[in-house]
């Protein structure tokens, strides 16, 4: 089975939760990005790595903005479930962006990919990488490989959200939202696509914005 969860921002304590004690080798647990553990290279970042590679199910991250865009570089794509990832360990896999996946036989579409919204206060090559906003290349395969694909996939995958959603998750929150040409694009992307269910990471919150897409958090989504 396919499962979808958000943000871990390198918390080795999250892969202790009892949900996902029943996952096996048979399993795949899907983060929407900040995936985390590509961070600092340091011996706890290891020792983690480590840990989740003794994990019987398989692991696979969208990019966010909390990577190491330079420690990622380090990896070459592999061709795995029908799309170009980067293989970090031999049950973790880094899905790339704008790329079309197959899992249970069913297709998605990846977009990793954001801006900081503190980007002032970080530091560039260390807290910061240019790359966590994706290439006009990155986007353009992604609009390629939709075409290929006749625009239709199972699910859409994404770090950040469409502008339309987090304008009705401002509107029922009460909250700020920070809007990137990202948040645009990825809106153009929903007019033009038919799926049956997006999932977004980003925002540090679990709901459900309309029958067809769900913003997760802590959650852990079985599909």
């Known amino acids: 089975m396919v499962y979808i969860t958000g943000d871990v921002h390198g918390d080795i304590d999250f892969f202790k939760d009892a949900r996902l004690k029943k996952l096996t080798e048979d399993d795949t647990l899907i983060i929407c990005g900040d995936f985390g553990f590509l961070w600092d290279g340091s011996e706890k970042e290891k020792k983690a790595l480590s840990q989740l590679e003794k994990k019987k199910y398989t692991i696979c991250f969208l990019d966010g ?36 996946f197959t899992f249970e036989r069913k297709t998605f579409f990846v977009m990793g990919g954001g801006e900081s919204e503190d980007i002032e206060m970080r530091k560039e090559g260390k807290t910061y990488f240019k790359e966590e906003m994706p290439s006009g290349k990155e986007l353009l395969n ?82």
């Open 142 to 223: 992604g609009a390629r490989n939709l075409k290929d694909a006749e625009y239709k996939v199972n699910y859409v995958l994404t770090y950040e959200a469409p502008a339309i959603a987090k304008d009705f998750i401002r509107m029922h929150t009460n909250q700020e939202m920070h809007f990137t040409p990202l948040n645009t694009y990825l809106g153009e992307l929903m007019k033009s696509v038919e799926y049956n269910h997006w999932y977004f990471g980003s925002l540090h919150m679990d709901m459900q914005i309309s029958k067809n897409m769900t913003v997760v958090f802590n959650d852990i989504i079985k599909i």
């Open 65 to 100: 903005v909390h990577e190491n865009f330079d420690m990622l570089k380090e990896y070459p794509p592999y061709r795995y479930k029908g799309g170009n990832a980067q293989k970090i360990a031999s049950n973790i896999y880094h899905l790339m962006r704008g790329e079309i």
